[in-house]
């Protein structure tokens, strides 16, 4: 397939990063928008030559998906200067990278503000200039040709580039791989919304007074999810953003490009040496690490990716790849869009009072639509857990099954036994099987998936087969005769502790 025909045939597969028109040797190429305003290519038959590189380089076209050998190395931090911390979006993890470019001289590429407001990718040189990229901007932005300035600047110094996981995939394919001056950061993305829609937004609320201020995360309350504009006249304008026209919109899967439903580019597929994201639910799994002026999680990808990440001036801490990704669905699964997606656009394009139709759409009663997303949501996110938990299954050589006493709604013994198997036989496979009420459950370490396993014989048997279970730890006290037998019968090394 070409580009023209996936534009025509399959365009939601387009995620608009503009690699092909940043490789045009003619630049026959201009990413134009659409109707919903988000941005394709369009060729010029004038000017192309019919070389293919278009083609050739277009990471929707050329996508093949990562095989996982291995969960990333996942870690939360804050960034320790309060300033920056309370104007990063999270914990600051994108300020403490760049500046380990930027003091060695190097360029860091990401997303501003122009003066209205529109939402653009640059280069950055300097530590005061870096205050620009800092903070999430909920638009998808402009590339422009950021790609060629990249691979300009590869050629004598540094290079971060940070972006949506999609648009880092664009710039490897751009350049054909990686490059040992290169640092690639992407976000856990949920998904860009239309620039059209921020554009008429933020043009409309520019027209009450001149705008001179946008944060899409303020921290003016704390570390959450909340709006704050500011005007000239020393106005200003604050919601949180489940609450806020605009944003509301975005959060509900409203105004997003199409290919965010389906995006191909999440964190396990390899396009970056580092993602980073807010450590949302940090307080369950590593309550020591929450800070209420914002915390940062990070997945290492690359050992480039950890030599930086070892550099960085923060405050760290690892924690379980499953806890991170539980309360951050979106870095594993796309976003399911709602169901009025088609009628918002439509009603959008058309109408002369836009304001009016975000308004028709915010008000609207739509508690079965997003109860109906957010169940199918977390069915994805189900499969694609279990799926990736196979896939690593696999990788494993010794499988150790625990089988405790403690009961298994003691969280902090469980977790302690945990750890201490984990640290005395790293690398394995770890089960633990503990009795809840009347049936056992099993969870597995590195997923934490928990699975019933009946009390029987047999089903003991299988489940031993099929996760390959190589010897046994029992701590002597499970008062279960089904169990003691077992032990004695299932034909496996067993040690007592
Ligand atoms: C559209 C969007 C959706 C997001 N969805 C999630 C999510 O579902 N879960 C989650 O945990 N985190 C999400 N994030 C990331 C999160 O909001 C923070 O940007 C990230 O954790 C970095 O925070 P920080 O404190 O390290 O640094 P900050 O200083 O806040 O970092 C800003 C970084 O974000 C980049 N950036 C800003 N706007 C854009 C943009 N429009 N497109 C591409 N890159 C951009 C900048 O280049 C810079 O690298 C999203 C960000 C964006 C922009
Ligand atoms: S085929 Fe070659 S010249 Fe034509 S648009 Fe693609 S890259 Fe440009
Ligand atoms: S290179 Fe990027 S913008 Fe161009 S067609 Fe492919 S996905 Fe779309
Ligand atoms: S969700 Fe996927 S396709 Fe959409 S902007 Fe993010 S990385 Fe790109």
């Known amino acids: 397939m070409k580009i023209e025909e996936m534009i025509t045939a399959k365009r939601a597969d387009c995620?608009?990063?503009?690699?092909?028109?940043?490789?045009?040797?003619?630049?026959?190429?201009?990413?134009?928008?659409?109707?919903?305003?988000?941005?394709?290519?369009?060729?010029?038959?004038?000017?192309?030559?019919?070389?293919?590189?278009?083609?050739?380089?277009?990471?929707?076209?050329?996508?093949?998906?990562?095989?996982?050998n291995a969960l990333p190395a996942t870690f939360v931090a804050t960034y320790q200067n309060d300033k920056i911390l309370r104007h990063s979006s999270a914990g600051g993890v994108f300020t403490a990278l760049s500046e380990i470019i930027l003091r060695d001289g190097g360029v860091v590429f990401g997303v501003a503000f122009d003066k209205n407001w529109h939402v653009f990718h640059t280069a950055v040189r300097t530590l005061d200039e870096l205050e620009k990229l800092r903070g999430s901007k909920y638009v998808q932005s402009q590339i422009g040709d950021v790609y060629r300035q990249v691979k300009d600047a590869l050629n004598s110094t540094k290079v971060l580039f940070s972006g949506t996981p999609c648009q880092c995939a664009g710039l490897k394919h751009f350049l054909g791989g990686d490059?040992?001056?290169?640092?690639?950061?992407?976000?856990?993305?949920?998904?860009?919304?239309?620039?059209?829609?921020?554009?008429?937004?933020?043009?409309?609320l520019g027209q009450r007074n001149e705008i001179a201020h946008v944060n899409f995360r303020s921290k003016r309350n704390g570390w959450g999810s909340r709006t704050e504009i500011n005007f000239f006249d020393r106005a200003y304008y604050a919601s949180q953003n489940s609450q806020e026209l605009y944003c509301k919109l975005f959060l509900r899967g409203l105004s997003e490009r199409p290919s965010c439903e389906s995006c191909k580019f999440k964190i396990l597929n390899g396009q970056s040496d580092l993602t980073i994201g807010d450590a949302w639910g940090v307080?369950?799994?590593?309550?020591?690490?929450?800070?209420?002026?914002?915390?940062?999680?990070?997945?290492?990808?690359?050992?480039?990716?950890?030599?930086?990440?070892?550099?960085?001036?923060?405050?760290?801490?690892p924690v379980k790849f499953a806890n991170a990704v539980r309360s951050n669905i979106h870095a594993m699964v796309p976003t399911t869009a709602d169901s009025r997606r088609k009628d918002f656009f439509a009603d959008f394009a058309k109408s002369a009072d836009k304001f009016a139709v975000m308004e028709k759409y915010y008000y609207q009663n739509d508690d079965d639509i997003r109860k109906a997303a957010s169940a199918q949501q977390s069915r994805n996110f189900r499969q694609t857990l279990n799926d990736v938990a196979a896939q690593i299954r696999k990788t494993f050589k010794r499988n150790i099954l625990v089988v405790t006493s403690i009961p298994a709604a003691d969280a902090v013994a469980k977790k302690s036994l945990l750890n201490q198997f984990e640290s005395d036989f790293p690398g394995c496979g770890v089960y633990i099987l503990q009795r809840a009420d009347a049936k056992l459950v099993c969870t597995e370490n590195f997923s934490l998936i928990a699975f019933d396993v009946k009390e029987d014989n047999d089903a003991l048997n299988d489940f031993a087969k099929k996760y390959n279970v190589t010897e046994i730890f029992s701590d002597n006290q499970f008062d279960s005769p089904v169990m003691s037998e077992w032990l004695k019968a299932c034909g496996l090394p067993v040690k007592f502790f």
Request: charged share 20%; net charge neutral; glycine share 6%.
């Open 283 to 317: 307080k369950n799994f590593a309550p020591e690490m929450f800070d209420n002026r914002g915390t940062s999680v990070v997945f290492v990808h690359t050992p480039k990716g950890a030599d930086f990440f070892g550099k960085a001036d923060l405050k760290t801490q």
């Open 15 to 68: 995620s608009g990063c503009a690699a092909c028109a940043n490789i045009c040797p003619k630049n026959a190429i201009t990413m134009t928008r659409d109707a919903e305003g988000f941005a394709y290519p369009k060729i010029n038959p004038d000017l192309c030559i019919k070389c293919g590189r278009c083609d050739a380089t277009c990471p929707a076209l050329n996508f093949q998906k990562a095989i996982i």
């Open 179 to 204: 490059n040992e001056n290169l640092l690639t950061v992407d976000i856990i993305c949920h998904g860009t919304p239309s620039p059209a829609v921020w554009e008429f937004y933020i043009g409309k």
